[in-house]
């Protein structure tokens, strides 16, 4: 893992070519449909991307713990990315790192995330949206997993300051950003 601390989300098709000549070591991709994902997938492979799929966003796949296992077996996925907390334990599983995505709406949503990260388990934690410093410092010293934060991020003085803050990684779907520049 390079030492550039964001993760592309490519939520539009035209960024899969955007992504692979950009210098982010990993992806999340929340496009694409069963139909195609297998070829998206090699493409970034072939490009030395770790490619995490957003299950809950990429058209034809189920959410239970059969896709997962054929997300991993048939379309070798590094990992998923998911807001279900039985997704997490299906990746598991299968064998698969998992990114569990959790949304800050109000205090009791982050303790009710907290209980639910405690339990499951997941790999990483994906915090939305990703402009609340103090929710990010409470976050990280409540969960051990590597964070990464997400959502609403436009400017890079804001991916500083996530850093800054306790995140691990930032995920961002502005291509400008996925070359270091800070």
Request: glycine residues 6%; aromatic residues 4%.
């Amino acid at each position: 893992m390079n030492s550039y601390p964001v993760i592309a989300s490519i939520t539009e098709a035209d960024q899969i070519a955007k992504a692979l000549k950009s210098d982010v070591r990993r992806v999340i991709l929340m496009t694409g449909s069963i139909t195609n994902l297998k070829q998206i997938i090699e493409q970034l492979h072939k490009a030395d991307k770790q490619v995490y799929v957003h299950t809950e966003m990429v058209s034809g796949i189920g959410r239970d713990a059969a896709a997962i296992q054929y997300v991993a077996e048939v379309f070798r996925a590094d990992g998923i990315v998911t807001t279900k907390s039985n997704a997490v334990t299906a990746a598991k599983q299968a064998g698969m790192a998992s990114i569990q995505r959790i949304f800050a709406i109000d205090s009791a949503a982050v303790e009710t995330a907290i209980r639910m990260i405690n339990t499951c388990k997941p790999d990483e934690v994906e915090l939305m949206p990703g402009l609340m410093p103090r929710v990010i410092r409470h976050l990280k010293q409540r969960i051990t997993q590597p964070l990464i934060v997400g959502g609403l991020i436009r400017h890079e003085e804001e991916i500083v300051q996530a850093i800054e803050h306790g995140a691990d990684f930032v995920s961002i779907g502005h291509e400008k950003f996925w070359s270091p520049t800070i």
